[in-house]
């Protein structure tokens, strides 16, 4: 009589098959790998590359994991015959120093609610750059001035050491449609506690200091198996998780928003937006940022 028991058989099986997964994974990259990608016409615009992509991907067996590996290559390839990804996927974005300068020797007008904490926000968001400022009797007020058009740019905390992201101010984030440029931690005076500020604007712009960023997005999903073939994107393209919080929706207990933050290189972070935007076109970019 074996002594061999029924939880090791379902082990050595379940071994087994994992063992064959990574293996037809594996053969699966180096298919993609091999793969002549198309020209595409220059200047080439987002809708051209999904084309692309929708042409290539609806071949049979095209897993997740071979998706991510088509992206990396159609990012490295097409980027080294001249696409500019960053003006493709941000628009032709300025960086946050050339938006600081303004246009016309005009810097832009930002919005604050003036406290000790977002005074030293301020000093450290704008750095050696000068810019108008209103300072607001309260957030409505900011927000007013954002809406209205009477400010470029508004600076509000998103995080702190006792409640975490503080998603009131999300929501302000997510109704103005505004885009983190800049982010900050302003210390207490103790130093037990500490708030981020960010500084935001219209529209999105590049990060201009050290090889490093963040990348923030959020997404609404009712399959949380969509929540994971993401994380194991942003893996397998060498970024870290900084952050995850998801919030249920009170009018539907199956739908989720997903805010998630990465840190990695500028490249790679291109990459995952490519990735982002072929694969989950619903996405909402909150900003590309650099943490000072």
Partial sequence: MSGV?????????????REREAELERLRALEVGELTLPELPSPAAMRDISHVWRRITRTDGFDAAARTVLC??????????????????????????????????????????????????????????????????????????????????????????????????????DRLE??????????????????????????????CTGDAHYLEFSFSVTDGAVLGSILRA?????????????IGQRYDEAFSTHYLVLHGG?????????YLALELPGYTLIGLYDHV
């Fill in 5 to 17: 028991t029924e939880q090791e058989i379902i082990a050595s099986n379940l071994k087994f098959i």
């Fill in 72 to 173: 990396r290559r159609m990012f490295e390839e097409y980027s080294g015959a001249g696409v500019d990804f960053a003006g493709v996927l941000l628009r032709g974005s300025v960086s946050v120093d050339e938006w600081l300068l303004g246009r016309d020797d005009t810097p832009p007008l930002v919005s604050y609610v003036g406290n000790p904490y977002s005074d030293e926000a301020r000093r450290r968001l704008y750095g050696e750059t000068s810019v108008r400022e209103h300072a607001c009797r309260s957030f409505s007020e900011l927000c007013d001035d954002i809406s209205t058009g009477v400010s470029d740019g508004c600076m509000i905390p998103i995080e702190n050491t006792s409640d975490g992201k503080l998603m009131s101010f999300y929501s302000i984030i």
């Fill in 178 to 207: 505004l885009k983190i440029l800049r982010t900050c931690d302003v210390e207490s005076s103790d130093g037990d506690k500490a708030t981020r500020y960010a500084l935001l604007a219209r529209r999105a712009c590049l990060p």
């Fill in 234 to 246: 942003a893996e397998a393209m060498s970024l870290n998780i900084y952050r995850i919080d998801s």
């Fill in 266 to 274: 500028g490249d790679d972070l291109l990459c995952f937006l490519l």
